[in-house]
Protein backbone atom coordinates (compact mmCIF):
# COMPACT_ATOMS: atom_id res chain seq x y z
CA UNK A 1 0.00 0.00 0.00
CA UNK A 2 1.27 3.55 -0.72
CA UNK A 3 0.85 6.08 1.63
CA UNK A 4 0.82 8.75 -1.74
CA UNK A 5 -1.08 8.56 -4.68
CA UNK A 6 -1.66 10.07 -7.78
CA UNK A 7 -4.98 11.54 -8.60
CA UNK A 8 -5.53 13.79 -11.51
CA UNK A 9 -1.56 15.00 -11.80
CA UNK A 10 -1.54 15.82 -8.31
CA UNK A 11 -0.19 13.59 -5.04
CA UNK A 12 -1.91 13.41 -2.09
CA UNK A 13 -3.11 10.55 0.56
CA UNK A 14 -4.33 7.33 -0.10
CA UNK A 15 -7.66 7.67 1.48
CA UNK A 16 -7.25 4.98 4.03
CA UNK A 17 -4.34 6.76 5.24
CA UNK A 18 -6.18 10.34 5.26
CA UNK A 19 -9.06 8.62 6.98
CA UNK A 20 -6.58 6.95 9.50
CA UNK A 21 -4.97 9.98 9.98
CA UNK A 22 -8.41 12.26 10.80
CA UNK A 23 -9.44 9.16 13.37
CA UNK A 24 -6.13 9.62 15.34
CA UNK A 25 -6.78 13.30 15.49
CA UNK A 26 -10.60 13.13 16.39
CA UNK A 27 -10.34 10.50 19.11
CA UNK A 28 -7.36 12.38 20.69
CA UNK A 29 -9.16 16.11 21.00
CA UNK A 30 -12.17 14.82 21.96
CA UNK A 31 -11.09 12.03 24.31
CA UNK A 32 -8.55 15.03 26.03
CA UNK A 33 -11.58 17.46 26.20
CA UNK A 34 -13.85 15.01 27.70
CA UNK A 35 -11.11 14.20 30.46
CA UNK A 36 -10.58 18.08 31.29
CA UNK A 37 -14.12 19.57 30.76
CA UNK A 38 -16.05 16.73 32.37
CA UNK A 39 -19.31 18.80 32.29
CA UNK A 40 -19.67 20.22 28.85
CA UNK A 41 -18.65 17.30 26.67
CA UNK A 42 -19.38 13.75 27.77
CA UNK A 43 -18.19 10.47 25.34
CA UNK A 44 -19.82 7.23 26.60
CA UNK A 45 -16.86 5.12 28.13
CA UNK A 46 -18.54 1.68 27.67
CA UNK A 47 -17.63 -0.78 25.75
CA UNK A 48 -13.79 0.00 25.89
CA UNK A 49 -14.04 3.25 24.16
CA UNK A 50 -15.71 2.45 20.96
CA UNK A 51 -18.12 5.10 21.30
CA UNK A 52 -14.78 7.69 20.87
CA UNK A 53 -14.49 5.81 17.94
CA UNK A 54 -18.10 5.77 16.59
CA UNK A 55 -17.67 9.60 17.07
CA UNK A 56 -14.80 10.33 15.19
CA UNK A 57 -16.22 8.41 12.36
CA UNK A 58 -19.38 10.13 12.08
CA UNK A 59 -17.93 13.02 12.76
CA UNK A 60 -15.26 12.15 9.76
CA UNK A 61 -18.31 11.12 7.79
CA UNK A 62 -20.07 14.41 8.21
CA UNK A 63 -17.18 16.83 7.84
CA UNK A 64 -16.55 14.82 4.32
CA UNK A 65 -20.42 14.61 3.02
CA UNK A 66 -22.94 17.44 4.95
CA UNK A 67 -20.03 20.28 5.73
CA UNK A 68 -19.41 21.71 2.03
CA UNK A 69 -23.04 22.51 1.94
CA UNK A 70 -23.23 23.85 5.14
CA UNK A 71 -20.16 25.90 3.97
CA UNK A 72 -22.16 26.65 1.08
CA UNK A 73 -24.86 27.76 2.73
CA UNK A 74 -23.29 30.09 5.02
CA UNK A 75 -20.99 31.31 2.13
CA UNK A 76 -22.63 34.76 2.81
CA UNK A 77 -22.61 35.19 6.52
CA UNK A 78 -18.84 33.76 6.28
CA UNK A 79 -17.97 36.46 4.20
CA UNK A 80 -19.79 39.24 5.86
CA UNK A 81 -17.98 38.28 9.05
CA UNK A 82 -14.45 37.73 7.40
CA UNK A 83 -14.10 34.31 8.09
CA UNK A 84 -15.12 34.43 11.65
CA UNK A 85 -18.31 32.46 11.01
CA UNK A 86 -16.73 29.50 9.96
CA UNK A 87 -15.80 27.72 13.07
CA UNK A 88 -19.34 27.51 13.95
CA UNK A 89 -19.61 24.96 10.84
CA UNK A 90 -18.18 22.75 12.81
CA UNK A 91 -19.69 23.45 16.00
CA UNK A 92 -23.11 22.72 13.68
CA UNK A 93 -21.27 18.98 12.70
CA UNK A 94 -20.17 18.23 16.44
CA UNK A 95 -23.98 19.36 17.43
CA UNK A 96 -25.05 17.00 14.75
CA UNK A 97 -23.02 14.53 15.58
CA UNK A 98 -24.61 14.79 19.40
CA UNK A 99 -28.27 14.15 17.63
CA UNK A 100 -27.16 11.41 15.79
CA UNK A 101 -25.56 9.12 18.61
CA UNK A 102 -27.96 10.58 21.37
CA UNK A 103 -26.63 9.43 25.39
CA UNK A 104 -23.35 8.25 24.29
CA UNK A 105 -22.10 11.75 22.95
CA UNK A 106 -23.20 14.54 24.68
CA UNK A 107 -21.85 18.45 23.97
CA UNK A 108 -23.40 21.07 26.39
CA UNK A 109 -22.89 24.76 25.88
CA UNK A 110 -22.29 26.52 22.86
CA UNK A 111 -18.84 27.96 24.30
CA UNK A 112 -16.82 24.59 24.79
CA UNK A 113 -18.14 23.03 21.60
CA UNK A 114 -16.75 26.16 19.61
CA UNK A 115 -13.56 25.56 21.92
CA UNK A 116 -13.82 22.19 20.55
CA UNK A 117 -14.44 22.82 17.05
CA UNK A 118 -11.33 25.84 17.01
CA UNK A 119 -9.00 22.90 18.67
CA UNK A 120 -10.15 20.47 15.35
CA UNK A 121 -9.30 22.86 13.03
CA UNK A 122 -6.31 24.25 14.74
CA UNK A 123 -5.45 20.39 14.32
CA UNK A 124 -6.48 19.69 11.05
CA UNK A 125 -3.95 22.54 9.95
CA UNK A 126 -1.21 21.43 11.79
CA UNK A 127 -1.73 17.94 10.61
CA UNK A 128 -1.67 19.15 6.86
CA UNK A 129 1.41 21.49 6.97
CA UNK A 130 3.61 18.86 9.46
CA UNK A 131 3.06 15.36 8.41
CA UNK A 132 0.82 15.69 5.09
CA UNK A 133 2.56 18.23 3.02
CA UNK A 134 5.53 16.56 3.44
CA UNK A 135 4.94 13.32 2.97
CA UNK A 136 3.77 14.68 -0.69
CA UNK A 137 6.60 16.90 -1.06
CA UNK A 138 8.65 13.94 -0.44
CA UNK A 139 6.99 11.86 -2.89
CA UNK A 140 6.51 14.19 -5.37
Known amino acids: MRLIVKYKDKFRLNLFVDWLINMVEYALILTIVSLVFKETIQIDSSYFGLWGLVVAVIIYLLNKTVKPIIVWLTLPI ?3 TMG ?3 PFVNVIILK ?3 LILGSHFEVNGIWMTLLVA ?3 ST ?3 LIEKLIVEPLIRKEG
Open 84 to 86: LFY
Open 123 to 125: MNI
Open 96 to 98: LTD
Open 78 to 80: TGL
Open 118 to 120: ILI
